[in-house]
């Protein structure tokens, strides 16, 4: 156990300071500064190690969260590595990204802040990339089984590197021109700088996994080719067809959805010319939708000097305290207040938006919003509630509804299930022998943490196909949802 005492004697938590926001609207570096080493240790110290340690029953990967708590206060930095990477192979994507059910789920947290466990996560990798302790680990022999992995996100990446390791040939494909899947073009350099990704993809290469860009298959290649090609094929494709928003108005100019835009800031951030970017500076920008996506999208604007920026949701406003039907350990729905909002911006909740308005010259200038009724447990505009709201710009950050589906069901015959999502087995296999998917394309849009625990346990699963048997790990399965999500 980290401190006996810890608990007792640090009561509060302490996170390193985010920038001030005047500083960083006018980069596009990450938020949070460097961490004090002390501060680090103190936290970590807080954690009871407990018997029964709720964190990780959180952590869709089973971090072992107390033992390197414990480890990162005893200065043993390169343990702490050793057992981080044990069960996550990017700690530096969820040390960044994550929302951490895992803290949701601490003990300390029934009665306390809980322990800053992301932070310990984040400040365990940073030490060991910046030691050079994170060096490539190549396989000691390989079993002369290839397998092609389609998509480069954070579910491809994982299963890919597990894979390698394993002693089999890996060919990541990617149909972008970059690899990293929604780590490259999605989310904003804001959250995550892209260096981090490099870092990792250069371990990665050195192991021997070899990455293919720019190569969509189904179309260049198609998907019964790729089968015949390789001995077995994971698809990693995530969940990218937007949700739309069928309203009057919806063609005008000015409307997009929020990947389009998003995926232009990461290019020319990438310092790619693109050609007539949307561009949200001097406009009066509206997003509609209160995810994630929506707060990237108005981190973006901020920084690309917009002239006001307003947030509408559907829904209700979630409350800040837990709600009595989401009880510890659970993931509690709250009021979220991401380094995005901290940044200026309005937020309005019960808004359905119910018309696109155009200007003389045929481009967006307004919407039409109403405010959200319940009706027999379905959101509707109320009548006689329609106000305009000035927009020059808005994006549509409404989620996703699953992956592409065309190519797979036409050129493989696979089946979806009821969200969409690429029909599979217990073991991460679809109809088709050999083909396995991960990430969200299995399991809709989701979380980094959950593309990584896939990608990790459809490995496991490939490898004992080809192989009969497997050491790999493999800590979640297709049906298992934890309690918290
Ligand atoms: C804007 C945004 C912000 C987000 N922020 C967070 C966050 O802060 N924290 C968090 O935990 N989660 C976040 N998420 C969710 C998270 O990014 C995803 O759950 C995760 O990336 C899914 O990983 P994946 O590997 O399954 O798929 P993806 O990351 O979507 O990668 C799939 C890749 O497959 C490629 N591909 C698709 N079809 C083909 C084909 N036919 N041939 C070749 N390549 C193909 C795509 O180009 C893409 O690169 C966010 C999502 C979005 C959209
Ligand atoms: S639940 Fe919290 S206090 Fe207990 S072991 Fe996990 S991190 Fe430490």
């Known amino acids: 156990m980290a401190d006996p005492k810890g608990f007792l004697k640090t009561t509060e938590r302490e996170l390193p300071p985010r920038r001030p926001v005047s500083v960083r609207l006018m980069d596009w570096k990450e938020v949070y500064e460097q961490g004090d080493a002390a501060v680090l240790k103190r936290q970590a110290g807080r954690c009871m190690d407990c018997g029964v340690p709720f964190c990780h029953q959180g952590c869709p990967l089973g971090n072992l ?113 970059r690899i990293g899947g929604l780590l490259r073009y999605g989310i904003p350099d804001f959250k995550m700088e892209k260096k981090h990704l490099e870092l990792r993809l250069a371990q990665m290469t050195a192991e021997g996994t070899r990455f293919r860009a720019g190569v969509n298959i189904g179309v260049d290649i198609t998907w019964d ?10 698809i990693a494709t995530g969940a990218l067809v937007p949700r739309d928003l069928p309203i009057p108005g919806r063609d005008l100019p000015g409307v997009h959805f929020a990947m389009e835009y998003l995926v232009q800031q990461n290019r020319a951030g990438a310092g790619d010319t693109v050609e007539a970017q949307i561009d949200a500076a001097g406009k009066h920008v509206v997003v509609l939708g209160g995810g994630d996506t929506g707060a990237d999208c108005i981190g973006t604007a901020h920084r690309q000097l917009a002239a006001s920026v307003t947030n509408l949701a559907i829904g209700r ?26 940044e200026g911006g309005t937020r309005q909740f019960l808004a359905s938006t119910v018309e696109f308005l155009a200007n003389e010259v045929g481009e967006v200038r307004a919407i039409r919003v109403a405010e959200t009724e319940y009706m027999d447990g379905r959101r509707v505009p109320r009548a006689g509630s329609e106000r305009e709201i000035p927009a020059d710009l808005v994006l549509l950050a409404l989620g996703f509804t699953g992956p592409e589906s065309q190519e797979l069901s036409h050129q493989l015959g696979l089946p ?43 490995a496991a699963a490939v490898d004992r196909f080809l192989e009969g048997d497997t050491q790999l790990p493999s800590p979640v399965t297709p049906t298992a949802r934890p309690f918290s999500l």
């Open 317 to 342: 406003q979630p409350g800040e305290d837990r709600p009595d039907h989401q009880p510890w350990p659970m993931s509690p729905t709250l009021f979220e207040v991401s380094s995005a909002h901290e």
């Open 65 to 177: 969260i107390p033992e390197w708590n414990d480890l990162v206060w005893r200065d043993e930095g390169r343990q702490a590595i050793e057992r981080l990477h044990s069960t996550n192979n990017f700690p530096e994507f969820t040390g960044r990204l994550c929302p951490a059910p895992c803290e949701s789920s601490c003990v300390l947290s029934i009665n306390q802040p809980a322990v800053t466990i992301k932070q310990v996560e984040v400040s365990i990798i940073d030490q060991a990339f910046a030691s050079g302790w994170v060096q490539p680990q190549p396989p000691g022999r390989l079993t002369g089984k290839t397998v092609a992995v389609v998509g480069s996100g954070p579910a491809g990446l994982a299963a890919a590197q597990q894979l390698t390791r394993a002693g089999h040939t890996v060919a990541v494909f990617e149909r972008d021109d």
């Open 416 to 458: 979806f299930d009821e969200r969409g999502a690429v029909g599979r087995d217990g073991d991460y296999q679809t109809s088709h022998e050999g083909i396995f998917v991960a990430g969200d394309a299995g399991r809709g849009q989701s979380l980094i943490v959950w593309a990584i625990a896939e990608g990790r346990a459809a």
């Open 225 to 234: 080719a790729l089968r015949t090609r390789y001995d077995a094929v994971v």
